[in-house]
């Protein structure tokens, strides 16, 4: 039915006096005083109400007129509430002040001497730490003397200052909250405590050069599209901190979403029936998404339930969901799908992917290097992001030959003698899970040297 055009209260007067004339003749005086007039004019005021009214009445009730809270009641009356904004979320990694260790004697006390002290005073607590992360732990400054650092109490772990990077790393607290800046004005805080030199994990399979990074959540302080942020974007905290030379965040913010728009509401309203129907794998993804924020991907999956369709989900830092916050997507899914079906939701699982290799090195190239750019290509190839979920149709196999190919090609392996894979070459993955890169652990056939890295979170 289409919106009737608006008629002018004179052309309706004039219909109105055309038409009673034709069926009354008598009439012939329509003056200002007339009470035909009079009558005229009441009943053409009465059709410019009525027209009136129906254009607020499509205003107030039809999706296409209707605009603002009137479109959100229309809206809401077909079944589709008006999408809120959304905060965006990215991780931070901070740089704090660090040294290198030149030299050790052991203690207790123990004494550092380091290329520069000058950024360290006495009761700072520090972190000494090996190349590769293995070898780690928490120390106090006693007091310091130029270069040289002595420490309040010895050192457990034994570390090689000639042969590999060992560093001090300053231990400071970023507190809950913390506000941080980026290039494009829009500002972050830290969703918890962080400490610098602690290496915290995020994201499941980090490469070693992301593990070993301080890293914490950060959610944009206002809602909106413009907390997607660019990689990068992060410069610095709006209130400096002792220890932290600076930030960044490795990847972009997403997640940000403005208050849906009058057109994107009225398209969605209208088409809610259709797309209720369909219940595709997209479809699901996204419901999934709308109940909650920190669904990265989610897949369709066999249901052993008449009436039930089943679904599993993957955390945006490859973890899993609490029992709770899978119970609140499958109430927000049930509202918004035909009546007789329900929606399981479960958290995927990962499967650990650990390598082993014996290699000889191109000359002047370290067995950390070559370790850890070898663990970042493995890494980036078992993304838990990319990779499709396996199932009963299409297994998922993980081929031992892309992996080697992937450890023998990395700059500064000479050669590569011997590989090992677990749980065990050529991989088939259990339906239902995605796998991940746990270990990398590498062995210098010429040093007898070892370089190993853990990179598996645990949740």
Same mark, same amino acid.
């Given at each position: ?8 209260? #004179? #052309? ?13 003749? #008598? ?6 005083? +007339? ?30 007129? +209707? ?38 004697? *052991?203690?207790?006390?123990? $004494? ?25 732990? *928490?120390? @106090? ?24 990077? $060992? !560093? ?25 405590? *962080?400490?610098? &030199? ?58 940000? =979403? ?26 699901? @993804?996204?419901?999934?998404? =709308? ?11 066999? +249901?052993?339930? *008449?009436?039930?369709?089943?679904? !599993? ?11 709770? !916050?899978?119970? /609140?997507? @499958? ?39 070559? &370790?850890? =750019? /070898? ?18 149709? @299409? ?29 065990? /070459? ?34």
């Amino acid at each position: 039915m289409s919106l009737q055009p608006l008629r002018t209260f #004179s #052309s309706l007067m004039q219909e109105w006096i055309q038409r009673f004339v034709a069926y009354t003749p #008598s009439v012939t005086w329509f003056g200002v005083n +007339s009470s035909a007039r009079a009558w005229g004019a009441a009943t053409a005021a009465a059709v410019a109400n009525l027209y009136e009214l129906d254009v607020r009445l499509r205003q107030r009730f039809g999706l296409i007129a +209707s605009s603002g809270d009137n479109l959100v009641e229309a809206a809401r009356a077909a079944g589709a509430e008006q999408l809120p904004a959304q905060a965006a979320k990215c991780f931070v990694a901070f740089r704090p002040e660090t040294a290198t260790v030149v030299s050790i004697v *052991v203690g207790p006390p123990s $004494v550092l001497t380091v290329d520069d002290a000058s950024a360290f005073l006495a009761g700072d607590e520090i972190r000494i730490r090996s190349a590769d992360g293995s070898d780690n732990e *928490v120390v @106090e400054i006693d007091s310091i003397l130029g270069n040289v650092i002595t420490l309040t109490a010895g050192l457990v772990a034994t570390y090689s200052p000639g042969s590999e990077d $060992v !560093q001090i790393l300053f231990r400071a607290v970023i507190p809950e909250g913390t506000t941080i800046n980026t290039l494009s004005g829009v500002v972050f805080a830290t969703l918890e405590d *962080v400490y610098t &030199g602690d290496a915290n994990p995020v994201l499941n399979g980090e490469s070693t050069f992301l593990g070993l990074l301080d890293k914490v959540w950060c959610e944009a302080t206002e809602k909106g599209a413009a907390g997607n942020v660019e990689p990068l974007a992060v410069t610095a905290l709006v209130t400096p901190i002792r220890g932290v030379l600076s930030c960044f965040n490795p990847e972009p913010g997403s997640g940000g =979403a403005d208050i849906e728009s009058d057109f994107d509401l009225k398209y969605r309203a209208m088409h809610q029936p259709t797309i209720a129907n369909q219940e595709t794998h997209t479809w699901i @993804e996204a419901i999934c998404r =709308a109940g909650n924020s920190n669904v990265l991907r989610a897949i369709k999956v066999t +249901s052993s339930t *008449v009436a039930t369709m089943a679904c !599993q989900v993957l955390h945006r830092n490859g973890g899993t969901f609490t029992t709770a !916050q899978l119970t /609140a997507m @499958e109430e927000y899914a049930e509202q918004r799908v035909r009546s007789y079906m329900k929606l399981d939701v479960t958290n995927v699982t990962l499967q650990a992917i650990e390598v082993e290799a014996s290699i000889t090195l191109d000359p002047d190239v370290t067995l950390a290097q070559v &370790g850890i =750019a /070898a663990s970042s290509l493995l890494a980036a190839f078992l993304d838990y992001r990319k990779l499709p979920f396996s199932t009963d149709d @299409e297994p998922l196999v993980i081929d031992e030959a892309d992996l080697l190919a992937m450890v023998k090609n990395t700059t500064g392996v000479a050669t590569l003698e011997t590989a090992s894979f677990l749980p065990a /070459a050529d991989t088939t993955i259990t339906t239902n899970s995605i796998p991940t890169l746990a270990r990398l652990s590498l062995t210098d056939l010429t040093s007898g040297d070892t370089w190993n890295a853990d990179l598996a979170v645990s949740f």
